[in-house]
């Protein structure tokens, strides 16, 4: 009798929790090519309307609750849906489901932790969270098994620190050793610390581009560039500040700054050596990302050689405990 009441009382906690954990929902600003802009501090929007359901926009389908807003800027449209729908969708965006599962569930609370900490930081925002990588991809509805499994093995779990979720920055390639975010954020995280790491499976390992004069003079909208030099250097060896030489003098700006004016992809990372031949700048680096927090070619070589998806968290956020989130 007693082992049938224990068997029904946690059978009911399960219920509970899975009823729980799918009411969670997160709102998702879509940001893409049709929709480039991020509502500004000041702006006034108005709601032009909302429906449920799917919306196809440029080929790709956003399942759930829609809202589209217009502000000073252009359109906004912020999908909302249950935040384990959209963990899937963001793993299978961030990495390829072909990846071996240990790395797919090292992924899924990694973007699990993140959604819900940004979650937790934006207050009275019109959502919580951007589909770019200005946070992390979300390319609407990609079913995939290998994934679903992923996160359902993984369900509800969230790595904090002090019982709060912690932020869970990851990126594509480090180069060979992760960077500390007070070099890129300007904030120091005692779970986030610099350690090295071999991600020679990345394309992006080591990498090389060509840039003609007029491209960065544009980029920049700094006229009559004579030069460019590395200023200083991070912790970690990256590029911190670059010296931009022109006729009026000598202009010193972040390399972070540089590398989004000369956009994410064409410049992977602050990783890089610079020569100049002529009209042309030649950048030689290592990554691609900002280089803070996991790794995820890292994480896919670590579970390739036997590491589970708690090893791998452990490495890239040391101290931090899995913990099932604190639902509404």
């Given at each position: 009798?007693?082992?049938?009441?224990?068997?029904?009382?946690?059978?009911?906690?399960?219920?509970?929790?899975?009823?729980?954990?799918?009411?969670?929902?997160?709102?998702?600003?879509?940001?893409?090519?049709?929709?480039?802009?991020?509502?500004?501090?000041?702006e006034k929007?108005?709601?032009?309307?909302?429906?449920?359901?799917?919306?196809?926009?440029?080929?790709?389908?956003?399942?759930?609750?829609?809202?589209?807003?217009?502000?000073?800027?252009?359109?906004?449209?912020?999908?909302?849906?249950?935040?384990?729908?959209?963990?899937?969708?963001?793993?299978?965006?961030?990495?390829?489901?072909?990846?071996?599962?240990?790395?797919?569930?090292?992924?899924?609370?990694?973007?699990?932790?993140?959604?819900?900490?940004?979650?937790?930081?934006?207050?009275?925002?019109l959502y919580?969270?951007?589909?770019?990588?200005?946070?992390?991809?979300?390319?609407?509805?990609?079913?995939?098994?290998?994934?679903?499994?992923?996160?359902?093995?993984?369900?509800?779990?969230?790595?904090?620190?002090?019982?709060?979720?912690?932020?869970?920055?990851?990126?594509?390639?480090?180069?060979?050793?992760?960077?500390?975010?007070?070099?890129?954020?300007?904030?120091?995280?005692?779970?986030?610390?610099?350690?090295?790491?071999?991600?020679?499976?990345?394309?992006?390992?080591?990498?090389?581009?060509?840039?003609?004069?007029?491209?960065?003079?544009?980029?920049?909208?700094?006229?009559?560039?004579?030069?460019?030099?590395?200023?200083?250097y991070t912790?970690?060896?990256?590029?911190?500040?670059?010296?931009?030489?022109?006729?009026?003098?000598?202009?010193?700006?972040?390399?972070?700054?540089?590398?989004?004016?000369?956009?994410?992809?064409?410049?992977?990372?602050?990783?890089?050596?610079?020569?100049?031949?002529?009209?042309?700048?030649?950048?030689?680096?290592?990554?691609?990302?900002?280089?803070?927090?996991?790794?995820?070619?890292?994480?896919?070589?670590?579970?390739?050689?036997?590491?589970?998806?708690?090893?791998?968290?452990?490495?890239?956020?040391?101290?931090?405990?899995?913990?099932?989130?604190?639902?509404?």
């Amino acid at each position: 009798m007693k082992k049938s009441i224990s068997f029904i009382l946690v059978l009911m906690f399960i219920l509970f929790f899975d009823n729980a954990i799918a009411s969670e929902k997160i709102k998702v600003l879509i940001v893409n090519e049709y929709y480039p802009n991020i509502p500004s501090n000041n702006e006034k929007i108005e709601k032009l309307g909302n429906m449920k359901g799917t919306l196809l926009v440029m080929g790709t389908k956003y399942t759930g609750d829609i809202e589209v807003w217009k502000g000073d800027n252009g359109l906004y449209i912020i999908n909302e849906l249950p935040l384990e729908e959209y963990i899937k969708d963001v793993v299978a965006a961030e990495v390829s489901s072909d990846w071996d599962i240990e790395a797919l569930k090292a992924q899924a609370v990694v973007s699990r932790t993140y959604a819900l900490y940004q979650k937790k930081i934006s207050g009275g925002s019109l959502y919580h969270i951007a589909s770019s990588v200005l946070h992390q991809v979300y390319k609407g509805n990609n079913p995939d098994a290998r994934v679903a499994f992923a996160v359902e093995e993984t369900k509800g779990e969230i790595l904090t620190y002090n019982n709060i979720p912690i932020a869970a920055f990851y990126h594509s390639t480090c180069g060979g050793k992760t960077e500390n975010p007070e070099e890129v954020f300007g904030k120091s995280y005692p779970y986030l610390k610099s350690v090295e790491t071999k991600c020679d499976l990345s394309p992006y390992s080591e990498w090389e581009r060509s840039m003609d004069i007029k491209e960065i003079e544009k980029a920049l909208n700094i006229p009559l560039i004579k030069n460019i030099s590395i200023a200083s250097y991070t912790s970690t060896n990256r590029v911190k500040e670059l010296n931009i030489i022109t006729d009026s003098g000598v202009l010193k700006i972040p390399s972070t700054e540089f590398r989004k004016a000369i956009g994410w992809s064409r410049l992977p990372s602050t990783n890089f050596s610079i020569s100049k031949d002529n009209n042309t700048f030649y950048f030689e680096g290592k990554g691609y990302g900002h280089g803070v927090g996991m790794c995820q070619w890292c994480a896919l070589k670590m579970a390739r050689e036997g590491k589970n998806y708690k090893e791998i968290l452990s490495y890239f956020y040391p101290g931090t405990i899995i913990k099932l989130y604190e639902y509404r």
